[in-house]
């Protein structure tokens, strides 16, 4: 069988596709990817076929969108139309996952391809027990008017230009966009402990995507472990940063006695100069690195929340967007870590959110919590896709 996975996203979206396509291929599938040129060589140099759509999204780490929102649409729509077709050729299913996969299912009506929509937060995929991840146009009060809010959202912004592709291939138009990209019977790819799904039936909740990650820990980094008690972690992501955000997680660490392990990310967090208690590092294997701190601060994405869960230790969640929000609250209402209250931290803000995260009742729940953290989603996802996609496509 050979397989699309398609995102658009960052490296949060790509991972988990890039966990999917590993435990395909180990199935002996051909497997191809359309994710976004910054991943690219990083994918190529895995072995898989790849086909780069959009522009390359580093920037977006320290800038927001502007222009004209429904020209960016157009231009959306047409660049997944003409790049998700040519990545589609020859295959026999495709799975879009993540936000804002506009084209991928008519691509799949007009090649006979089976479709699979996968989200990695409960609260993207709809139902009337929550509400879509909080955004500017919302102002509904229940759970179902919102979710019709954004189906009208998504209508007015995306409808009339994809449909005008979608006949410009022989297809009828569509009236409900979100139903279209959703499908009746959507992917989950989260943990079913940490993030499960409310109801109703029709979801099919995998597991997250995880892949294994068996690389050692740079001698600088073993090093610096070594070298005292367990350090704190700190990463924002692919997210955006404020000015200073580096100097506040310090300040916020030492206020505890306690060292800093801090990840550039996207948003270049920096130390300032040589110092003897905190190290800044790249990209890095987050599955063995975390198995050694004494707590992770981060921005909430599905990924390192999940991580951090499966290494059992504490965590402090200052989420900045979308489904982030959905993961800082059960990060605290789980009491494996502290949320941090939306908007930019202080130093007083995230001295007390790490003062709870440190508390010896958090670290033991989220020692215990380790054990509940299924280690298996993207093998279960692949094996049915596998069963159940040519049953989709006949």
């Given amino acids: 069988m050979r397989v699309l996975l398609s995102t658009i996203g960052s490296r949060g979206e790509v991972q988990p596709v890039l966990a999917l396509a590993s435990e395909l291929r180990a199935l002996g599938e ?30 977006t780490a320290k800038a927001r969108p502007s222009g004209d ?23 026999d299913v495709i799975v879009a996952a993540g936000a804002l996969q506009l084209a991928a299912r008519s691509i799949a009506e007009r090649t006979g391809a089976a479709y699979v929509y996968a989200g990695f937060c409960p609260i993207t995929l709809p139902s009337d027990r929550h509400s879509p991840p909080p955004m500017p146009w919302r102002s509904a009060e229940t759970h179902r008017d919102r979710w019709n809010e954004d ?45 499960p799904w409310p109801g109703p039936a029709g979801v099919v909740q995998t597991g997250a995507w995880l892949r294994p990650d068996e690389r050692s820990l740079p001698a600088e980094v073993r090093e610096f472990l070594d ?18 955000l580096a100097e506040t997680l310090l300040a916020a660490a030492r206020a505890h006695s306690r ?37 992770v601060v981060h921005h909430g994405g599905a990924g390192t929340t999940t991580t951090a869960a499966r290494a059992g230790v504490p965590q402090v969640v200052a989420p900045r967007m979308y489904d982030q929000f959905y993961f ?12 941090h209250a939306p908007g930019a931290p202080t130093v007083e803000s995230l001295t007390e959110a790490l003062g709870s995260a440190l508390r010896p009742d958090v670290a033991a729940r989220a020692r215990e919590f380790e054990g509940r953290v299924r280690h298996d989603g993207a093998g279960v996802a692949a094996r049915h896709l596998l069963e159940t ?4 496509s006949a």
């Fill in 389 to 392: 996609a040519p049953l989709a």
């Fill in 227 to 244: 070298a005292g008690e367990p350090p704190v972690y700190v990463g924002f992501g692919s997210t955006r940063a404020e000015d200073g």
């Fill in 30 to 59: 051909d497997v191809r990817l359309c994710v976004p040129p910054d991943f690219r060589d990083w994918l190529a140099g895995l072995g898989f076929a790849v086909t780069p759509i959009g522009p390359e999204l580093r920037g």
């Fill in 328 to 339: 800082a609250d059960r990060v605290r209402d789980l009491g494996i870590g502290a949320a």
């Fill in 259 to 295: 060292r800093v392990i801090l990840a550039r990310g996207w948003a270049d967090l920096a130390l300032s100069g040589a110092q003897p208690d905190a190290l800044g590092i790249g990209e890095i294997n987050q599955q063995a690195l975390f198995e050694r701190v004494a707590a």
């Fill in 69 to 91: 929102l429904r020209k960016l649409a157009e231009e959306t729509v047409a660049t997944q139309f003409a790049t998700v077709a040519e990545a589609a050729e020859g295959c």
């Fill in 151 to 195: 189906a009208r959202h998504l209508n007015t912004l995306f409808g009339a230009t994809l449909n005008a592709h979608r006949a410009e291939i022989g297809l009828a138009p569509v009236e409900d966009l979100q139903g279209h990209v959703f499908t009746d019977r959507p992917w989950l790819a989260a943990d079913a402990a940490l993030a």
